[in-house]
């Protein structure tokens, strides 16, 4: 499984490189949410930073709405940090007095989220771009090139896909549809194979995996498993083009626009970290026929997939998870 994936933060590059262009109407659909909505849209904030600098009326009042979103935001974090700043320091003062359980974990999980609440502040106040940007997780909203019209566009989707038929509370029992695997095709995801294709451009992925797994090792006696983040990225490096299905489902007043990335076998080097899957990079000079598959066989399709770049994936322990 994806864990999660860094996005190509450069929107020039989509232009130039891949000729896709925003759909301005699905940011604004995506950016103004009902107010009544429970659920807030969480984006990538390189995605977001993309209206800073756009000429367009309509993407400037994207622009404004997103800081509007921003300063509410702002205002939640501080408030939220002024709370556990005081279970802080009531939790201080209590261990001066006596040493309990109740404190001890108090003053653990205020400090820890102090920590996590600062780091939402800065990188809601700064505008130097930071790796961390780009970075998207199941349930966030991503750009997904996909063809309409005879033009590639670019939407923001959920990374979770939800299939033809299925309703919120359907969904609910089956979360790992963020990724479709490719031997689940023909009986899962029949009805968007072949109809409903897109890409993602990525730099990164993430995967979970068990510690002793990837230090080749079985568990000492008494050990616990632990897992670890680690981040693949390609050599060379390169753009990664990620096979995606995608669905539009209605969703109350609204239609939600979610996809998945398609796995597949583990390239030899992810499977000796400890992982078991590997997102589908197809080679650009495919993207034409990957995100036009009416009138396609299967077996075209299928081949596009098996096609791939060449790519070593690197890894590393990510810092954060």
């Known amino acids: 499984m994806c864990y999660s994936a860094m996005i190509q933060a450069d929107y020039t590059r989509y232009v130039r490189q891949y000729?896709?262009?925003?759909?301005?109407?699905?940011f604004v659909m995506n950016v103004w949410s009902a107010p009544d909505r429970a659920k807030k849209k969480r984006r990538p904030k390189a995605m977001?930073?993309?209206?800073?600098?756009?000429?367009?009326?309509?993407?400037q009042e994207i622009w404004h709405?997103?800081?509007?979103?921003?300063?509410e935001r702002e205002t939640e974090l501080q408030q939220e940090l002024f709370k556990q700043k005081k279970r802080q320091a009531d939790a201080e003062r209590a261990l001066q007095t006596k040493v309990t359980k109740k404190a001890q974990e108090d003053l653990r999980i205020s400090t820890d989220k102090i920590s996590k609440l600062k780091l939402d502040l800065e990188d809601l106040q700064r505008t130097e771009p930071k790796d961390r940007d780009a970075r998207f997780f199941p349930g966030n909203y991503a750009p997904v090139i996909v063809v309409e019209d005879g033009k590639k566009v670019i939407?923001?989707?959920?990374?979770?896909?939800r299939l033809p038929g299925w309703n919120e509370a359907l969904?609910?029992?089956?979360p790992g549809t963020y990724n479709a695997r490719r031997d689940s095709i023909p009986k899962t995801w029949d009805k968007l194979f072949g109809h409903r294709h897109g890409i993602i451009i990525v730099n990164s992925f993430f995967e979970n995996v068990e510690r002793h797994n990837m230090e080749h090792r079985e568990l000492a006696e008494g050990e616990k498993s632990e897992n670890v983040v680690l981040e693949f990225?390609?050599?060379?490096e390169q753009d990664m083009v990620i096979a995606c299905l995608w669905n539009e489902s209605p969703d109350g007043d609204e239609a939600l626009l979610s996809f998945a990335a398609i796995t597949d076998e583990p390239a030899p080097e992810v499977a000796a970290a400890?992982?078991?899957r590997t997102i589908i990079q197809i080679k650009p000079e495919h993207i034409d026929a990957w995100l036009t598959p009416e009138g396609r066989s299967v077996e075209e399709l299928q081949a596009i997939l098996d096609d791939r770049p060449q790519a070593y994936y690197e890894h590393k322990v990510?810092?954060?998870a």
Request: charge should be positive.
């Open 318 to 320: 990510s810092k954060a």
């Open 19 to 26: 000729g896709a262009t925003m759909s301005l109407e699905d």
């Open 155 to 161: 939407k923001p989707m959920r990374y979770q896909c």
């Open 171 to 174: 969904e609910r029992k089956f």
């Open 274 to 276: 400890g992982h078991d």
């Open 48 to 59: 977001e930073d993309w209206f800073r600098s756009l000429a367009d009326p309509k993407a």
């Open 233 to 236: 990225r390609p050599k060379p």
């Open 65 to 71: 709405e997103i800081q509007r979103q921003r300063a």
